[in-house]
């Protein structure tokens, strides 16, 4: 099973700011990872499938990078809505298996 | 509109069964494969099981091979999981959510189920 590690497990940042989350997994899965945002007694949604595509409706200050073992998800700017939790999800091996998560919090 | 609804959550003791359900609308539901995707409480996400659009191929975590079965009813828009011998780490939220590129894009709202003599 590939594990996915995600960094920090905390992040928290000011309105305007660059967020930066990382999501590092155990053996490459290519380009096949996606990132979700979770708000607080919601379901996910989907932010980036295929490391570096945005789903339908998304932001463009939301951005997906990185290929192999090492991926990244940027908000470029920060806002207030933002305050969620981000969890990476690699589609690469069954069990597909998700990152324990990163919160962003908005001081 | 693409819309999910689980239903079927409930309070099952120990070793009992359960149904879940999830209805769709909003797609042309057989053209998608399904996949559940479940939360313990305060914790992250684990996939449990998917199946392709015609239901012809499944898939399972390794935590639940052998208790859970997943199928759908492609003329009703639904999904399901039948779920034995449950345990107390089976307790969660239990989300469905529509299969596209290498992802999951669209998800129910979830159906809880506790497991508690």
């Known amino acids: 099973e590939i594990v996915l590690t995600q960094s920090p497990d905390t992040l928290s940042l000011s309105p305007g700011e660059r967020a930066t989350l990382s999501c590092r997994a155990s053996q490459s899965v290519g380009s096949y990872l996606a990132w979700y945002q979770q708000k607080v007694g919601q379901a996910p949604r989907l932010l980036i499938y295929?490391?570096?595509n945005r789903a339908t409706g998304i932001p463009a200050r939301f951005s997906g990078s990185g290929s192999g073992t090492d991926f990244t998800l940027t908000i470029s700017s920060l806002e207030p809505e933002d305050l969620a939790v981000y969890f990476c999800?690699?589609?690469?091996?069954?069990?597909?298996?998700f990152g324990q998560g990163t919160k962003v919090e908005i001081k | 509109e693409v819309h999910l609804v689980e239903s079927g959550g409930d309070l099952v003791q120990p070793g009992g069964p359960l149904r879940l359900s999830c209805a769709a609308s909003?797609?042309?539901?057989?053209?998608?494969?399904m996949h559940w995707v479940r939360q313990a409480p305060g914790k992250g996400l684990e996939h449990v099981s998917a199946i392709s659009g015609n239901g012809i191929s499944t898939s399972y975590a390794t935590s639940v091979k052998g208790r859970f079965t997943i199928s759908r009813d492609n003329s009703k828009n639904t999904l399901y999981l039948q779920m034995g011998s449950l345990r107390a780490e089976d307790m969660a939220v239990y989300y469905c959510?529509?299969?596209?590129?290498?992802?999951?894009?669209?998800w129910g709202q979830g159906t809880l189920v506790t497991v508690s003599s």
């Open positions: 959510a529509r299969l596209t590129v290498n992802s999951l894009d669209y």
């Open positions: 999800q690699q589609a690469s091996n069954w069990p597909w298996t």
């Open positions: 295929d490391a570096s």
């Open positions: 909003g797609f042309t539901f057989s053209h998608y494969a």
